[in-house]
């Protein structure tokens, strides 16, 4: 008999590299419901999957602010109901991995990152995000609070993969478990190589503090090279007036765009420190450099000298030597050569590197429920 199989996920409201994971295991399992606290229906690549989503769906700015519904995330995925199941994967850089499985469920975790804010730089989110200096005062214990219950949680799959050594290294360290390491995939036909002139730089992500898209705007304010950044987030409004016309902010822009962006780019930049991070990879499929901050995921994405430059610190005068080193080889950057790095991490790598950890945990039968449209 087929084992039965579900997918939980913290919440689905944008598209960034968990989202994507996600998309490439329902596209693998497209009968298995997918469990999630909130969920944004413009996201066309779940138009067909069956999302049960948590009472937070109901109100109604949750799905654009989930941020601020972090303390009910632990109870919404306590008290999902998966006892019609035999496998149960989770997607977690959240609360998702605190799901209850019955004792003969196999529970396998594909982690993102253990939570960020609670673990490695919790005085930073605090200190960083805009919000009221009261709530700032009692976010502290309640991180706390968080904290103790993550630690609980982080026991309850039988099994973690961990999506870079990065974050292998942070499992052990905050949860003390053991895990194996199966990258993101990287969607390699959606990208393409252009011959077309490259005339400006590329920043894609959330508008957020720790992806120090701050540094950048000082750098290219500075520089007066023309940048284009793609992405929203809390700090959208305060980048943008701080930024010179060469700055351009393009929002939130449509999936079938994004291509054609990486593709004329001369190179992306990648300032912030990430578990792993999907965009270079996308770049790097589109045969564009990236200059990123060396540490974090992307020591595991980018080839030095080959498919990109690395800095060693998140500062200005590094990011412009970065640059101005870039510059002065660009035209030794092969984009053929990037583009076939990138395809060590192609959707169908993932596939197969996660078919064989479930048959190691799950058994044989497993292999009749994964669907040949991801090999494609």
Known sequence: MNPRIAIAADWLTSRGGAERVISVLHRMFPDAP???????????????AEIITSYLQNIPFAAKRHQLFLAFM????????????????????SCAKGIITKPNTTHICYCHSPMR????????????????????????????????????????????IANSSHIKDKIKKFYKRD???????????????????????????????YKKFSLLVDVFNDLKQPLKIVGTGVEYKK?????NKNIEFLGKVPENEIPH?????????????????????????????????KAGGALETIADY???????????????????????????????????????????????????????????????????????
């Open 34 to 48: 997918i469990y999630t606290s909130l969920y944004d229906d413009s996201l066309e690549e779940f138009s067909d």
């Open 117 to 160: 804010y609670i673990w490695d730089n919790a005085a930073e989110y605090i200190k960083e995000y805009e919000m009221n200096p009261l709530l700032k005062k009692l976010g502290e214990p309640f991180l706390h609070k968080i904290r103790i219950w993550d630690k609980l949680a982080a026991n309850r799959p039988d099994h973690f």
């Open 306 to 376: 080959i498919t990109g430059l690395f800095f060693d610190e998140q500062t200005a005068i590094q990011l412009e030597a970065a640059l101005y080193k870039f510059e002065r080889m660009y035209d030794k950057f092969d984009p053929q050569k990037i583009r076939n790095h990138a395809q060590k991490f192609s959707v169908e790598n993932f596939v197969e590197k996660f078919e064989k950890f479930m048959v190691s945990a799950s058994g044989k039968g497993v292999l009749e429920k994964i669907q040949p449209v991801a090999r494609v």
């Open 239 to 243: 980048l943008r007036e701080r930024a």
């Open 179 to 209: 895990s194996v390491v199966i990258h993101p995939p990287v969607d390699m036909d959606r990208f393409y190589l252009s011959a077309a002139p490259k005339k400006y730089y590329l920043a894609i992500g959330r508008l957020t503090p």
């Open 261 to 293: 962006l990486y593709a004329e780019a001369r190179c992306l930049i990648f300032p912030q420190v990430e578990d792993f991070g999907i965009a270079p990879l996308e770049a790097m499929a589109s045969g564009t450099p990236v200059i990123a901050y």
């Open 74 to 93: 632990p109870h919404v995925f306590e008290s999902f109901d998966f006892k019609d199941f035999d496998i149960v994967i989770s997607s977690c850089h």
